[in-house]
């Protein structure tokens, strides 16, 4: 059985990629494919974690055991084949590749093809540029810092913006491309 992936970001507006992978692939052949496509050094520590449809992580399945706790199990990329772990389409994940800064990728299985099989994976669709692999903590925490920073004078009447609606201003083309259905 082939899956096929969507992946995009919460970083850059544009980006999202497309993997199709054989389903008895481990998650490091994910891992390799989504480097690939990205243009990722693939000696960084990662991880990908299996969501809830909330974006709740669940299960983390680690480049390397980092000796965590030994009543939790441990699942290794090499060892974790992917059918094992996701099984329905909408399943969500996510991929963790700055490990300082707990920044990833969100990804969800879009569909599934019975009956075929792929011997390497294939990104079909790359559109955008990717985040930076790696980003400084302290550049991470200013960024979060302007993100969250909301005074009080900026809150008022119109915080929530206007109530007259004008559909002018809804623009859907191209928003289901860029949204995790």
């Known amino acids: 059985m082939v899956y096929k992936f969507r992946i995009v970001s919460d970083e850059v507006d544009n ?35 299996i ?3 909330g974006w709740e992580k669940d299960v983390e399945i ?8 030994s009543s939790e199990d441990v699942y290794l990329m090499e060892d974790s084949i992917i059918s094992d772990f996701v099984e329905d389409e909408g399943q969500r994940l996510l ?16 569909e599934t093809e019975p009956g075929k099989s792929l011997l390497d994976p294939l990104c079909t669709v790359a559109r955008g540029k990717a985040p930076a692999q790696v980003m400084a903590i302290d550049e991470y925490e200013e960024k ?11 809150i008022d ?9 004008s559909p002018d201003e809804f623009d859907v083309e191209g928003f289901d491309e860029m949204t995790m259905e």
Not at 63 to 69: A, H, K, P, Q, R
Not at 95 to 100: A, C, G, L, T
Not at 157 to 162: A, K, M, N, P
């Open 51 to 53: 969501c809830d449809d």
């Open 62 to 69: 680690t480049l390397e055991d980092m000796g965590s706790d």
């Open 15 to 49: 980006f999202r990629r497309e993997i199709e992978i054989d389903a008895d692939s481990t998650f490091l052949a994910l891992r390799n494919a989504i480097c690939d496509s990205v243009g990722y050094d693939k000696n960084q520590m990662s991880s990908f974690f």
């Open 95 to 110: 991929y963790v590749f700055d490990y300082m800064t707990d920044r990833c990728f969100f990804m969800e299985l879009k």
């Open 144 to 154: 979060s810092a302007k993100a969250t920073d909301i005074s009080a004078a900026d």
């Open 157 to 165: 009447e119109d915080f929530y913006g206007s109530t007259d609606y």
